[in-house]
């Protein structure tokens, strides 16, 4: 008896399929390039192709399929999203230019954002108006909702984006002017209130407009996607990764997609997450590089760290504030452009630069034959010789590295060097990059990342991975099996759940059990919908409770979480003592004889999903180890090629040891074990890498 689990992964590279069976742990995998104009002809393709690999019928997979997906990041980093409208309270129509005035260079003169996700000329006003109280003081008008429906219908919108004033707290006129445009324009419409029902006017707005902007964009590939399943004959349903690390059914991804702005990442680190459990680590940095980005995420105590919000399309990469900040709970990670993709260029210092700019799937790196002219991470690695042309995907996409050479020398020329060490200065500025990136997303989150463990995964994360521990002063990484589709094997382990908040600004002493609880009960009653959606009974659902709180008077808040229940099971003293603590934490200090103001109210619905285990459990090794060849191989700038065995992953059974340089090469990556480091192939199969200690001088 069989019971095949499906999970899909759009990258912004390579489409990653993954394939378990859930009764005998069998697994298996496969790759193939994005087609990020028309995303399902890859999709097909890679599953299409797995099947066939695993002698697998579509009728056999009756469980639900579990997709994650960059398209909604890539949408709004691109400006390839749906034409929308907004349409918001009179004398409110600049907010998303005006943004909050928050300067995020205050000596920058020519200080960029990233454009509005609806245009200003899509912006439409209404006479309307709801005070800070929920007391709705005007109501639309029908004559007024005929006008603008005119509009937004001559402007041929393909969705309609609806923040006013305060509807936080009372959302009857923006219900109203969402049931009229519906039914005049016949074009998926959304309200503030159901997707980010918090204070603050720009961020609320900006998660609005981003929600609307993409809906043109999920909503037609999700019903191509379903109608094929169908057409194919899988039994299973679609259910969509978040950002939150958790799943829910695809019309629901459909109606909220700005939730899905961090899918694919939070994937991976749901991944790191059950590695860090099964290996007994504490503290494990997921290290995650694809063929367009590199992604660090921080696991403590076997759990990702969740932020509130996320900042997507940045104008500058690690300037926070450029970008948009959208109210949408997120795996809180670092995610930068350094990807096998990333292309290297002189900048007007005659400086090396990789990154962020990418040369995506199509026409991707030089390498790839497919018309590609600037040098990409990728050709460096095919130069240095850590990656072999010839077997790159297992052979069915072979490299080219005399383009990769030719790309890298129109480089070369302009930094004054030879070709070979422009593409290690290429290989060395990408690893700084990241680490870099990734020691920054330490210090923010208050973690000093010396020594703690790497684990490795991605297309091209494990080739670059002890290059980047040894920046980040990290002596151990875990390869793991698979790994270069393991985001997609995450989303096989992530529970259903949602993610809900809402705004009710009190004294936390001054809350009435009444006005707490009715406002508690329409977030359940929320969360048990969008979980039955997802095929989870009633029975089966978890609730936690938490608030964003603050001290009276000030301007930012923290979350803390109270606990789990039917019910609110906190008293007023026992949120502020949560609180305080929470707050002596982060600060060092609590403020004395000041009363905790409660802002916004969060509410987590769960359901643990069915566990999965691959059989992973791999024979002990027998005999010598025994490389399948070797190759020159360049490791750093101005030093001689080594000549460095090249392994077989398959016929490294537990217990097997050999030492750097080497390789190790499967189907879909290549693990690059740097000169100074120890291998050690554990029960699972996993590599585990250790630098060897050097001796005291």
Known sequence: MTDWRLAVDIGGTFTDVVLLDAASGRVVVDKTLTTPNAPLDGVRTGVTQLLAKADVKPGEITAPIVHATTLITNALIEGKTGLAGLVTTKGFGDTLLIRDEHRYDMYDLQIEFPPPPIARELTFEIDERTDARGNVIIKPTEADLDALAVQLGAAGVESVAICCLNSYVNASNEQKIADHLRAALGVPVCISAEISPQIREYPRMVTT??????????????????????????GGSVLMMLSNGGVVSADDAARGPIRLVESGPAAGALAGSWFANRLGIDRLLCFDMGGTTAKACLIEQGEPELTNTFEVARAYRFKKGSGFPVSVPSVDLVEIGAGGGSLARVDQFGLLKVGPESSGADPGPASYGQGGTIPAVTDSDVILGLLDPAEFLGGDMPLDRSLAEGAAQTVASGLGLEMIDTAA???????????????????????????????????????????????????RVIFPVNASVLSAFGTLVSPVRIDLARSMPRLIDKVTDAERDGLLEELRDEGRRVLRAAGVPDEAIVFRYGVDARYAGQGNEITIWVGEGDTWPATAAGVT???????????????????????????????????????DSIADHAGDVVPKGSRPMVFSRGVDALDAPVYDRTTLGAGARFTGPAVVEERETTSVIRPGWDVEVARDGSLIATRIAKEPS
């Open 209 to 234: 407009a981003c929600n609307a902007a993409t809906m043109p964009v999920i909503g037609p590939y999700l019903d191509e996607l379903q109608k094929w399943l169908a057409s194919e004959g899988f």
């Open 425 to 475: 200065g290429i290989h060395e500025v990408v690893n700084q990059n990241m680490a870099a990136a990734a020691s920054m997303h330490g210090v923010e989150m208050g973690v000093d990342l010396r020594g703690i463990p790497l684990i490795a995964f991605g297309g091209a994360g494990p080739v670059h991975a002890c290059g980047v521990a040894e920046l980040l002063e990290s002596d």
């Open 577 to 615: 003592v949560a609180f305080e603590s929470e707050y002596r934490r982060i600060y060092g200090m609590a403020i004395p004889d000041v009363a905790v103001e409660a802002i916004t109210w969060r509410l987590s619905a769960s359901a643990t999903t069915s566990l999965v285990e691959p059989d």
